[in-house]
Nanobody, 121 residues
């Protein structure tokens, strides 16, 4: 069983920054891709970013490319999402998830409970 716990969400003004963290339990973290997703109010969940097992490869949604950075620390079983130049449209509940398969088409089987990010204009 894998448990994922996100933290770091909050309220920030447009143009500001936040760093989300996701700590994973279990021994499979370093053998798994990890991804971040978000669900804006009233909308479906959408992909944000993913990172390969070693951290050498990353993949981003066009909407966040150049503003968000995904990284991981396998020694700490933690994946991060550094968010900069935040916009009101980034407001959402952010989830981390464990993935497998090819990075760009990964299947995600374990999900965290989510952390709220609110960007005020």
């Amino acid at each position: 069983q894998v448990q994922l716990v996100e933290s770091g969400g909050g309220l920030v003004q447009a143009g500001g920054s936040l760093r989300l963290s996701c700590v994973a339990s279990g021994r499979t973290f370093s053998s798994s891709h990890m991804g971040w997703f978000r669900q804006p109010p009233g909308k479906e969940r959408e992909f944000v970013a993913a990172i390969s097992r070693s951290g050498s490869t990353t993949y981003y949604a066009d909407s966040v490319k150049g503003r968000f950075t995904i990284s991981r620390d396998n020694a700490k079983n933690t994946v991060y999402l550094q968010m900069s130049s935040l916009k009101p449209e980034d407001t959402a509940v952010y989830y981390c998830a464990r993935g497998y398969g090819i990075l760009t088409t990964a299947t995600y089987d374990y999900w965290g409970q989510g952390t709220q990010v609110t960007v005020s204009s």
